[in-house]
């Protein structure tokens, strides 16, 4: 059964920072692995997608990497906002076409 | 991109009424959606898998008699909380991939806060 991890489970730092976030699995079978942000009370919306051929994915100041053999993923945010505060989750997608959530990383970007 | 919509965002109900959730993809045929359960400060727990057109497959510990799910369009799945109670009361949000687009990106709903009472 896939287990995903998140490290650390919080975060804070001052606005302006670079950070990373990591997401370990213990099941390298998977066919993607996606990046979500969940503000507090909502849904969560889609950052990036990894197919599992892939190494990195970017998007503005956002890049995910994936590197299936050791079972990790990075999400690293450049130059940080307070307007990045929220939660990230990381998810796999595995056999039976599941997804399976890490625990989360609560971040908060002071001013 | 693809997008999911769930209604209601919040709902408030009395100890032992049901609740109905709907989930529906907007630009795209889902044959199959997904429902999370999230308690406060957790992460998501898939509750069950809505098949259109077939009965849902729920995970371990989920009562089928208690979350009702029916999925009979390709483009709305509603999920029923029936006789709902206190512990009943967390977030729950939907999910669905365009299955033309094969390993796709999962697109989830806005998500809603059921509180009973």
């Known amino acids: 059964k896939q287990e995903v991890t998140q490290i650390p489970a919080a975060l804070s730092v001052p606005e302006g920072e670079n950070l990373v976030l990591n997401c370990s699995f213990t099941?390298?079978?998977?066919?993607?692995l996606q990046w979500f942000r969940q503000d507090p009370g909502k849904g969560l919306t889609s950052l990036l997608l990894i197919q599992s051929s892939q190494r990195e994915q970017t998007s503005g100041r956002l890049n995910a990497s994936l590197d299936k053999s050791s079972g990790r993923s990075t999400l690293y945010i450049a130059a940080s906002q307070p307007g990045d505060s929220a939660t990230y989750l990381c998810?796999?997608?595995?056999?039976?076409?599941?997804?399976?959530f890490g625990g989360g990383t609560r971040l908060m970007v002071k001013p | 991109g693809a997008v999911v919509s769930q209604h209601p965002s919040w709902v408030i109900c009395k100890s032992g009424t049901s609740v109905k959730i709907e989930c529906r993809s907007l630009?795209?045929?889902?044959?199959?959606m997904f429902w999370y359960r999230q308690f406060p400060k957790q992460s998501l727990m898939l509750m069950a898998t809505?098949?259109?057109?077939?009965?849902?497959?729920?995970e371990q510990g989920v009562e089928k008699d208690k979350f009702l799910i029916n999925h009979a369009s390709l483009t709305l799945s509603t999920l029923t909380v029936t006789s709902a109670h206190p512990e009943d009361s967390s977030f729950y949000i939907c999910s669905a991939r365009d299955p033309l687009q094969g390993a796709a990106e999962a697109f989830f709903g806005q998500g809603t806060r059921l509180t009973v009472v």
């Open positions: 630009d795209f045929q889902a044959t199959t």
């Open positions: 998810a796999t997608l595995g056999a039976g076409n599941m997804l399976t």
């Open positions: 809505s098949n259109e057109g077939s009965k849902a497959t729920y």
């Open positions: 099941d390298s079978a998977i066919y993607n």
